[in-house]
Nanobody, 121 residues
Framework: VQLQASGGGLVQAGGSLRLSCAAS????????MGWFRQAPGKEREFVAA????????YYADSVKGRFTISRDNAKNTVYLQMNSLKPEDTAVYYC???????????????WGQGTQVTVSS
């Protein structure tokens, strides 16, 4: 599976961005998907995950109520809608996929290249 993340950029605090992750290769709809982020000097951390059917979603406490993960299996794409952004959301955001949904980076074998999100105060 190949993943291509996009949609990052510079936004003011309180603003919104929508990240996209387009998948190609094997059967996308059978894979669970996750979003992670990594700020400079920090470890990669879990943001959100969604099951292959879209029926189950999981969020880090720090983004609950502000971020929404969704997927369109017909388009082989997963999205991360980010609202009410804060400066502490600044990081490189990565999408990842594998057969089992997880909140730990090492559980995912396939990763996108990352997209930079910068939130100014």
């Amino acid at each position: 599976v190949q993943l291509q993340a996009s949609g990052g950029g510079l936004v003011q605090a309180g603003g919104s961005l929508r990240l996209s992750c387009a998948a190609s290769g094997r059967t996308f709809r059978s894979y669970d998907m996750g979003w992670f982020r990594q700020a400079p000097g920090k470890e990669r951390e879990f943001v959100a995950a969604i099951s292959w059917s879209g029926g189950s979603t999981y969020y880090a406490d720090s983004v609950k109520g502000r971020f929404t993960i969704s997927r369109d299996n017909a388009k082989n794409t997963v999205y991360l809608q980010m609202n009410s952004l804060k400066p502490e959301d600044t990081a490189v955001y990565y999408c990842a996929t594998d057969h089992d949904i997880a909140t730990i980076p090492r559980e995912y074998n396939f990763w996108g290249q990352g997209t930079q999100v910068t939130v100014s105060s």
